[in-house]
């Protein structure tokens, strides 16, 4: 759903039930400043293995969203990760953890919000865990859900809401 006008704030004045607005904490990276789909989900602590797996799959406009335990000492998305994500038809990832390449990133095709910035990677050692409900700002996130960000924050619903 990336080639949408999504305005979160309409959004949560038109279904002011079925949103959920995670707290203020994301900034936005990508090229495309609004973006949402149907949510994938991983959880991994420092190892990205697992989104670069999936970032390797087709997004048929999905979003990933990542619970990186809202870590702040590397990056779970670079680059070369975005730029794979964009060509295979994802359409953002949601990150709670940092990413890194933000001058590349932002010139990419895809949404990215993020906590922050941080230059170094991480180590792979094929450990996350995938499409399992994760927490973070105050809402859960389940495979199947949807989520929709641009510059004024993030939201998650049950059901499609574009």
């Not at 989104?51 to 997004?59: H, N």
């Not at 865990?129 to 949807?146: A, E, H, K």
Request: with cysteine; glycine share 14%.
């Amino acid at each position: 759903m990336s080639d949408l006008n999504i305005v979160t704030p309409d959004l949560c004045d038109e279904f002011p039930v079925l949103v959920q607005v995670v707290d203020p904490m994301f900034g936005n990276f990508g090229g495309i400043e609004s973006f949402g789909g149907e949510v994938v989900t991983v959880k991994c602590f420092e190892d990205n293995s697992v989104v670069k797996e999936q970032v390797g799959l087709p997004g048929n406009g999905r979003v990933l969203v990542v619970d990186g335990g809202g870590s702040m000492r590397n990056a779970l998305l670079g680059d070369m990760l975005a730029e794979n994500a964009a060509k295979n038809g994802w359409a953002g990832l949601v990150i709670y953890g940092c990413i890194r390449d933000v001058d590349v990133i932002e010139q990419t095709a895809i949404g990215v919000q993020a906590l922050g910035t941080h230059p170094r990677k991480t180590e792979k050692r094929g450990l996350g865990d995938l499409n399992i409900p994760v927490t973070f700002g105050g809402v859960t996130f389940s495979p199947g859900d949807y989520v929709y960000a641009d510059n004024n924050g993030v939201i998650r619903s049950s059901e499609v809401l574009i």
